[in-house]
């Protein structure tokens, strides 16, 4: 019925699909582990992400303290399943209403700063509702 050729390919294509669910089910246990250990640093913690699915996307986690000021941000970024979550140097520190707004600090990607503003969105709106639904009302008129 079929040519072995094309069995060995289906089921060779079967195995290398089978080991990048298995590689991306472990980057993510990693991930989730790792914020784990970040939500214990601070009060509130959320992840952002930037990107879209033809280019590579940037997922950061973001926690601050009970006065809204970022105690640690790790950002997860690669083009293999193998990358790990790294420390994003610079916003520790910034206050929750600053972080990811206007042009990024030095050393960090536009594409990092975006997914720390995705991130910083959920934890503004979990602090003061009334004050992130404004801020998001003028950034949309300016933008």
């Known amino acids: 019925m079929f040519e072995p050729t094309t069995i060995i390919i289906v089921v060779a294509l079967f195995l290398v699909w089978s ?3 298995f590689l991306s089910n472990q980057q993510m246990q990693r991930f989730n582990k790792r914020t784990a250990q970040l939500r214990r640093q601070g009060s509130l913690m959320a992840i ?8 590579r996307k940037v997922y950061v ?7 809204g000021k970022v105690v640690a941000a790790e950002a997860l970024s690669g083009f293999t399943v ?8 610079g916003v520790e520190g910034l206050d929750l209403w600053e972080v990811g707004q206007g042009e990024p600090p030095e ?4 594409k990092t700063w975006a997914a720390i503003d995705h991130a ?3 934890l503004r709106k979990k ?4 004050r992130a639904a404004a801020m998001e009302r003028d950034s949309e008129e300016v933008g």
Not at 127 to 130: G, M, S, T
């Open 107 to 110: 050393g960090i990607p536009s």
């Open 19 to 21: 080991v990048q669910i």
């Open 82 to 89: 193998l990358a790990n979550a790294k420390p994003v140097g």
């Open 61 to 67: 986690a973001v926690v601050i303290d009970d006065e």
């Open 127 to 130: 602090v003061d509702p009334i």
């Open 120 to 122: 910083a969105g959920f």
């Open 48 to 55: 952002g992400v930037a990107g879209n699915m033809y280019r």
